[in-house]
């Protein structure tokens, strides 16, 4: 009786999960495409890292039992989808393209730095500080769904986060 009961539990949970999903597509794309493009550097290298994230993420909606944080969650899977498309192909060298985001307003582009001192700081930061850079001022993640999505400790986050702030404003001076 409770194997009928747990296939029926996981087949509503699935399709709980499979509209989660078509809910973050519909709001989420363009975000999805920046992150997949700032380490493809190739648009369709960027939806091909998106396809298989989410292939990815239906397969996995089986095994999971409960998921917290569904955006975070899927957010890390695109990630390391993105990473270890790079990994194979190894094309460019892993920097970040800037484009607008919620997290651009903070930099004042006349006065404080330049598009390209930003872009040449940021490529030159080591992959961890940059993937938090990354994620919190230009994709708009808080830093609980960072830590989620990096699988590190919140703390760890932080420290990294103000380390590298730190770290741009001494060479910007």
């Known amino acids: 009786m409770s194997n009928i009961f747990n296939r029926i539990a996981k087949k509503h949970r699935v399709k709980y999960y499979e509209s989660q999903l078509e809910q973050l597509i519909e709001t989420q794309y363009q975000k999805m495409y920046r992150i997949a493009y700032s380490y493809t550097h190739c648009s369709e290298d960027a939806l091909d890292v998106i396809q298989d994230s989410f292939q990815k993420a239906l397969m996995d909606f089986?095994?999971?039992?409960?998921?917290?944080?569904?955006?975070?969650?899927?957010?890390?899977?695109?990630?390391?989808?993105?990473?270890?498309?790079?990994?194979?192909?190894?094309?460019?060298?892993?920097?970040?393209?800037l484009e607008d985001g919620p997290g651009l307003e903070f930099i004042d582009f006349q006065n404080d730095v330049s598009y390209m001192e930003l872009r040449e700081l940021l490529?030159?930061?080591?992959?961890?500080?940059?993937?938090?850079i990354i994620l919190k001022f230009f994709e708009g993640f808080t830093l609980k769904e960072i830590a989620h999505i990096l699988n590190l400790?919140?703390?760890?986050?932080?420290?990294?986060?103000?380390?590298?702030?730190?770290?741009?404003?001494?060479i910007l001076k």
């Open 62 to 97: 089986s095994k999971v039992k409960k998921i917290d944080h569904f955006q975070a969650w899927f957010y890390k899977i695109l990630v390391r989808t993105a990473i270890d498309h790079w990994r194979k192909n190894k094309r460019m060298p892993l920097n970040f393209e």
């Open 153 to 170: 400790n919140e703390n760890t986050v932080k420290t990294k986060m103000y380390r590298s702030l730190d770290n741009y404003k001494e």
């Open 123 to 132: 490529s030159q930061t080591p992959s961890p500080e940059r993937e938090i």
